[in-house]
């Protein structure tokens, strides 16, 4: 008997051990900036580089991984922009780079017929009709594009034909693919950030538009909002308009970046979330009716634990402690914290953000990010990149200014997380001013990379390299009563 008590006791002292040291232990993670071996060397175009005279040129470009060729090897999607001064060439172009399954990729957009310029934003990417094949969907500054994937390695736009084309000019942000009433076929959704008109935007320094004495451009506060919009796929390759029918135009317009779907009380119905900025978020929960209602308030993800408004940019869904309920994160302006809402189930989230160990790094502004499996302990870690709005900013000279670090949160397993951006290799090195993030396995070896994509600079490819000699699988699931 008073062996089993020295071995437990023993066993508790290596836990609290463990438990200190992991502080400061080196992160059995690594990643590289393999970008330009890779052959991704072209900057992503958007704004300009030291002043900025509209908050149309603030936002910037997502990115994606996808295997559009289906081949079994990840491909990758950059959304471009462009400038004021229209200088379209062939660098300011959407970017499609096959994967050539030996660490190098090969620009074939314009081969494949997805070379748009203008002010790109977003990419979200579905098989829309269920052919097995992965199509694209790009939002702008402008009009929203649909690409229908031809299985012969090119594109056809079909966005008139789908229905899915405004002839009014709209600011497309956020968009996702999800199946909201279960018909096996994807539908669609996306937000619209600012009721942007670029003839009557007033220009920097006026009214309240100052940041830090600067004279800045101005918005979104002061600017109209924008709405929402879902799309119902009708199985034949068109899509309706279910934005009044379904709910989701009884929330008022806002200014809405990131959009988020998930089953997040577990009834079998993707939800919707909608990381707004300078505003409250919007939670929208689907009664499988086809009808959703915005809860976000009371649901307790439209601000932070204090009930005040934030900014919000990027927004992410994983269950990080392993309870089988999806938990957020978004991201959010300089001089605040990013979210970590932990989902307690029936139809409530609390905010964690400090107890989790991220009130931290509050004084970066915050944009794309996700949960991943970085060291495949089977614990989700968080990422998220970072980059400021005001390239002005850099004329204060402080240290951290416009180009910003990336972070890189490992999960302790405990409910806590901490910072192992320092540990996280040369590739958390380079500061940028990044927008978009991706996550994927690029080179079939195991570990998530991560793809940004920033601008005026260029994209960054973060291999992974791990020594956690931990496993992992890799499945594709193809479905048959849902959609593919």
């Known amino acids: 008997m008073g062996n089993w008590v020295v071995l437990v006791l023993l066993a508790l002292a290596l836990v609290k051990v463990e438990g200190q040291n992991s502080l400061f232990e080196p992160f059995a993670v690594s990643f590289e900036d393999v970008a330009p071996r890779a052959g991704i060397t072209s900057p992503t175009i958007f704004g300009g580089r030291t002043e900025n005279k509209y908050i149309l040129e603030t936002t910037g470009c997502g990115a994606a991984f996808l ?85 012969d390695g090119t594109f056809t736009e079909l966005t008139e034909k789908a229905g899915l084309f405004t002839k009014e000019i709209k600011w497309g942000a956020g968009c996702a693919f999800l199946d909201y009433d279960r018909d096996g076929y994807l539908d669609l959704f996306f937000t619209n950030y600012v009721d942007f008109d670029l003839e009557s935007a007033p220009l920097p320094g006026s009214g309240s538009c100052i940041y830090q004495g600067l004279a800045v451009n101005c918005g979104p506060r002061g600017l109209p909002k924008a709405r929402s ?114 989902n307690v189930g029936k139809k409530f989230f609390e905010e964690d953000t400090t107890a989790a160990g991220l009130g931290i790094n ?10 991943f499996d970085a060291d495949n302990d089977g614990w989700l870690d968080i990422l998220y990149v970072n980059g400021h709005v005001y390239p002005e900013i850099d004329r204060l000279k402080k240290e951290i200014g416009y180009r910003q670090p990336k972070v890189l949160y490992q999960n302790l397993g405990n409910g806590k997380f901490r910072d192992v951006s320092k540990f996280a290799g040369p590739g958390f090195a380079a500061n940028i001013a990044a927008r978009g993030c991706a996550f994927g396995d690029f080179d079939n070896d195991g570990n998530t990379d991560v793809l940004v994509n920033p601008i005026n600079d260029v994209p960054q490819l973060l291999r992974s390299r791990s020594n956690s000699g931990n496993h992992w699988i890799k499945l594709k699931l193809i479905g048959k009563q849902s959609n593919r």
């Not at 959304?79 to 172009?93: F, I, K, R, W, Y």
């Not at 314009?110 to 790009?138: I, P, T």
């Not at 279910?242 to 079998?268: H, M, Q, R, W």
Request: aromatic fraction near 12%; charge should be negative.
């Open 362 to 371: 509050s004084i970066l502004l915050g944009w794309g990010c996700g949960f």
């Open 229 to 342: 919009y879902l799309f119902r796929n009708n199985g034949d390759g068109t899509f309706t308009d279910a934005t009044e029918k379904s709910g989701i135009a009884k929330a008022p317009p806002s200014y809405g970046l990131g959009v988020l779907t998930g089953d997040f009380n577990n009834d079998g119905w993707p939800d919707i979330y909608v990381a707004n900025d300078s505003q409250p978020s919007y939670l929208f929960w689907n009664d499988g009716q086809g009808n959703f209602t915005e809860e976000g308030m009371s649901s307790g993800v439209a601000t932070n634990s204090e009930g005040r408004n934030q900014s919000g940019m990027g927004v992410a869904a994983g269950d990080y402690n392993c309870d089988g309920l999806l938990d957020i994160f978004k991201t959010n302006f300089s001089d605040d914290l990013p979210n970590l809402y932990r």
């Open 67 to 151: 295997d559009y060729d289906n081949d079994g090897w990840l491909d990758i999607f950059l959304v471009n922009g462009t400038t004021l001064d229209a200088m379209e060439s062939s660098q300011s172009a959407n970017r499609l780079l096959r994967n050539n399954h030996n660490g190098t990729f090969t620009d074939v957009a314009r081969k494949a017929g997805v070379s748009q310029m203008g002010w790109g934003q977003g990419v979200c990417v579905g098989d829309y009709d269920n052919d097995g094949l992965e199509d694209l969907f790009v939002t702008y500054w402008g009009h929203n594009l649909l690409y229908h994937n031809q299985g």
